[in-house]
């Protein structure tokens, strides 16, 4: 079975500051891995996804992720945040066999002025 | 390119009613999923429908149902709501046969059960 777990439900930084929301998965195969963000009353819209090209993905909004399969994590991370990176941010897998995600509890993130 | 569509936005209904929602995937996608979104339950998987057909289902009741027209649109259906329905309801469309392919997602559709 495939699944993602999220550290911390909620994370608060100040702007400028380091942007760290974390994710582990579990797959017993090579996994594939997104990153999705949610604003208020909206839908969740792509942040980067995991492709087996490269460890470290770049998304949109200065955000990257990097794969590292010894610790079967998938941190997300943007070295300076902004006011406009308050969301909500989700950790999914997909399924090898559809297209089912399995999504984390979510990450509430905000940023102090 | 149009994204996907949901319809309505907000809907208000009483227990035991039913609800159809409605959802328009991004033109070219033939892959459908439906998610329920809760404060206390997080993102659950209903179903997904692919040439008409479901082809994965998660796990909820049989009151919740859904099908697949030939055109991709989709719509689901909840019977005798309950008030613990009360949730975002999240469409998403996808390709299919590409690898890593991911889901692109509507604004939701946000039913309150009263």
């Known amino acids: 079975a495939q699944s993602v777990t999220q550290l911390g439900s909620h994370v608060s930084v100040s702007e400028g500051a380091l942007v760290l929301l974390r994710c582990n998965y579990s797959?017993?195969?090579?996994?594939?891995l997104f990153w999705y963000v949610q604003y208020p009353n909206q839908g969740l819209q792509l942040l980067l996804k995991?492709?087996?090209?490269?460890?470290l993905v770049k998304g949109i909004n200065g955000f990257e992720a990097e794969f590292k399969k010894s610790e079967t994590s998938f941190h997300l991370t943007k070295p300076s945040a902004h006011m406009s990176d308050a969301a909500e941010y989700f950790c999914?897998?997909?399924?090898?066999?559809?297209?089912?995600?399995?999504f984390g509890t979510g990450t509430s993130l905000t940023v102090i002025p | 390119k149009a994204g996907v569509t949901q319809t309505p936005r907000y809907l208000i209904k009483t227990r035991g009613q039913q609800v159809t929602l409605s959802c328009s995937p991004i033109?070219?996608?033939?892959?459908v999923s439906w998610y329920q979104q809760t404060p206390g339950q997080g993102l659950q998987f209903l179903f997904e429908?692919?040439?008409?057909?479901?082809?994965n289902k998660g796990n909820f009741p049989g009151r919740f149902s859904g099908r697949q027209f030939s055109n991709s649109r989709s719509e689901m259906n909840v019977s005798t709501l309950e008030l613990g329905d009360s949730a975002l309801y999240l469409c998403?469309?996808?390709?299919?046969?590409?690898?890593?392919?991911?889901?692109?997602f509507g604004q939701g559709t946000r039913l309150t059960v009263v």
């Open positions: 999914a897998v997909r399924s090898n066999t559809g297209n089912q995600f399995y």
């Open positions: 998403a469309s996808s390709l299919v046969g590409e690898e890593n392919t991911e889901a692109f």
């Open positions: 033109s070219g996608h033939r892959s």
């Open positions: 797959s017993s195969v090579p996994p594939y």
């Open positions: 429908y692919f040439s008409e057909t479901q082809r």
């Open positions: 995991y492709t087996s090209a490269a460890t």
